[in-house]
């Protein structure tokens, strides 16, 4: 009986965390960085970071493009990917366990090591300059 009804919750449940893992904009995952870091996002500064190479062989841009208001392609699987600005793109940038999985992994590929928390703001205050 118990089981029964912990399994009639479940989807309510897991909902309901989904919902709060999404619950966020560009706008507030700009803030939450810019307050780690303790300095303001500059967008100049990110569009550099985003464009340029760090060492490796990619840049963010090998995969995301230029200009990620349109959709980019994969560097290795060619994989047509979403765009990463929010004018091209309205889910970008509104899960934050997914935005901090793809910084993750991302800025390991191209950086060999994790973005700060003031590089991450940087990236975000110029996508959201992007029409
Ligand atoms: C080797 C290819 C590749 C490179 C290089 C790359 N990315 Fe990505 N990125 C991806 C893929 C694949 C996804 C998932 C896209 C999808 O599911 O459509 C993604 C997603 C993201 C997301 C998640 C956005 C969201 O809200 O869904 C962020 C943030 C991101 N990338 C930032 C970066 C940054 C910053 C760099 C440079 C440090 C970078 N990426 C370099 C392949 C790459």
Redesign the pocket.
């Known amino acids: 009986m118990l089981l029964r009804h912990l399994l009639i919750a479940w989807p309510w449940v897991w909902a309901g965390q989904a919902a709060l893992a999404q619950a966020t904009t560009p706008a507030a995952l700009q803030r939450g960085y810019e307050a780690v870091a303790g300095t303001p996002a500059q967008a100049d500064r990110g569009q550099r970071?985003?464009v340029q190479r760090h060492g490796g062989e990619?840049?963010?841009a090998?995969?995301?493009g230029q200009h990620p208001v349109q959709a980019?392609r994969?560097?290795?699987t060619h994989?047509v990917?979403?765009p990463?600005a929010p004018a091209g793109n309205p889910?970008?940038?509104?899960?934050g366990k997914?935005?901090e999985k793809?910084?993750r992994?991302?800025?390991k590929?191209?950086?060999q090591r994790e973005?700060t928390a003031g590089e991450?703001a940087d990236?975000l205050a110029w996508l959201q300059t992007l029409r």
Do not use: I, P, Y
């Open positions: 970071f985003f990619w840049s963010c090998s995969c995301h980019g994969h560097a290795v994989k990917l979403e990463l889910q970008a940038f509104t899960d997914r935005v793809w910084f992994r991302n800025c590929d191209v950086l973005c991450k990236v």
